[in-house]
């Protein structure tokens, strides 16, 4: 009798001790997923950051490029003025 209690009693143990194995490891996979998701908006971000560096070298290295740019912003702007005051 007394070895089956003991055996009881590590059966029980070791059933815990796989549960918590377990848990540490379904708590690491959640961070590693946390991880990844947060890696991918990173590089979403850094690949915007660099699109737009893009933009504005071409800009600064071409004058006549830059000046059209802005001269279309400003029809636009006032465009939109305009429109906004006739409706």
């Known amino acids: 009798m007394r070895n ?4 009881e ?4 143990k070791l059933s815990g001790f796989k549960a ?3 848990a540490g490891n379904d708590m690491t996979t959640y ?3 946390q ?6 908006k990173q590089n979403g971000r850094i690949e ?4 737009e560096t893009r933009i504005w070298r071409l800009i600064h ?3 006549k490029t830059s000046g059209v740019v802005l001269g279309l912003s400003v029809i636009g702007v006032v465009a939109l003025f ?3 005051n006739l409706l």
Do not use: F
């Open 61 to 63: 290295r071409n004058p």
């Open 31 to 33: 961070k590693l997923d």
């Open 9 to 12: 009693v590590l059966e029980a």
């Open 4 to 7: 089956e209690q003991v055996i």
């Open 48 to 51: 915007s950051l660099e699109n």
């Open 20 to 22: 918590e194995i377990k």
């Open 82 to 84: 305009i429109l906004k």
């Open 35 to 40: 991880l990844i998701e947060y890696q991918e």
